[in-house]
């Protein structure tokens, strides 16, 4: 089965002048754990729970993260004996931290007419959620997860 039969299509995405607190408000209202950093139709990065999480902790060294789950900033706030608002103000509401701050760079991609079994051996390879999908221009044009995979191999 090819990457483009199972795909998303609509992507959501950011960009590399996004702050951190917008990033983390479209991961929030979309329900997704990560997105592409696009540059035009260009992915440029990509931006994951896990990427806000470290940025959190660099900037607020007090804090360290044990576990990276979505309780973590709880935890954080928790440990670092600190009030969630204010740990909320000082570094996810800063405007001084943009997402081209944080983002990884060295994206794994995939294309929409690859198989769905070479999807999956990038994901386990590479230690993935997630495959931004380009076309032969460089541009996104789709998306593919661990879950869609899931999904495919279900049918």
Do not use: Q, W
């Amino acid at each position: 089965m090819r990457v483009c039969k199972v795909m998303k299509k609509k992507v959501v995405v950011l960009k590399p002048t996004d702050t951190l607190e917008h990033a983390l408000a479209i991961l929030v209202k979309h329900d997704i754990s990560g997105a592409p950093v696009v540059d035009g139709k260009h992915v440029i990065g990509l931006v994951t729970e896990s990427d806000i999480i470290k940025t959190i902790d660099a900037y607020n060294p007090k804090i360290h993260f044990d576990h990276e789950t979505s309780f973590a900033v709880v935890y954080a706030v928790l440990k670092g004996k600190k009030e969630f608002e204010a740990v909320r103000k000082e570094v996810v509401g800063s405007e001084k931290i943009h997402v081209s701050d944080f983002m990884e760079r060295a994206v794994v991609t995939i294309g929409p007419d690859d198989d769905v079994y070479t999807a999956a051996k990038l994901i386990n390879k590479h230690n993935v959620k997630r495959l931004p999908v380009i076309d032969k221009n460089g541009h996104l044009v789709g998306i593919i997860s661990r879950a869609d995979i899931i999904r495919a191999l279900a049918k």
